[in-house]
Nanobody
Framework: QVQLVESGGGLVQPGGSLRLSCAAS????????MGWYRQAQGKQRELVAT???????NYADSVKGRFTISRDNAKNTVYLQMSSLKPEDTADYFC???????????????WGQGTQVTVSS
């Protein structure tokens, strides 16, 4: 069993900052990709940022220069530092990870339960 648990969401004023965390736990052999997606009300889920175990990152154009994704590979934890937040960043943020639980099987795709981020004055 694998679990992804997010934390750090909340209400913040425009221009403010928040830091999201996501820790993977369970029968984990290796974690390759970890990342964040978000889903605003009435919209499709979209990629925010991803980071591989060797440090390669990918960001949505809308968050480049404002958000930073980082990882602690030893703790199987990924972080999202969000700065200069805008009302359009309001969404449920979901952690995603590609995790191998058996060497004989390909990595599985796992999701957290989501954490809400609201940017409003």
């Amino acid at each position: 069993q694998v679990q992804l648990v997010e934390s750090g969401g909340g209400l913040v004023q425009p221009g403010g900052s928040l830091r999201l965390s996501c820790a993977a736990s369970g029968s984990i052999l290796s974690v390759s990709m970890m990342g964040w997606y978000r889903q605003a009300q009435g919209k499709q889920r979209e990629l925010v940022a991803t980071r591989t175990s060797d440090g390669n990152t990918n960001y949505a154009d809308s968050v480049k220069g404002r958000f930073t994704i980082s990882r602690d590979n030893a703790k199987n934890t990924v972080y999202l530092q969000m700065s200069s937040l805008k009302p359009e960043d309001t969404a449920d943020y979901f952690c995603n990870a590609a995790i191998k639980t058996r060497w004989s099987d390909p990595a599985g795709d796992y999701w957290g339960q989501g954490t809400q981020v609201t940017v409003s004055s």
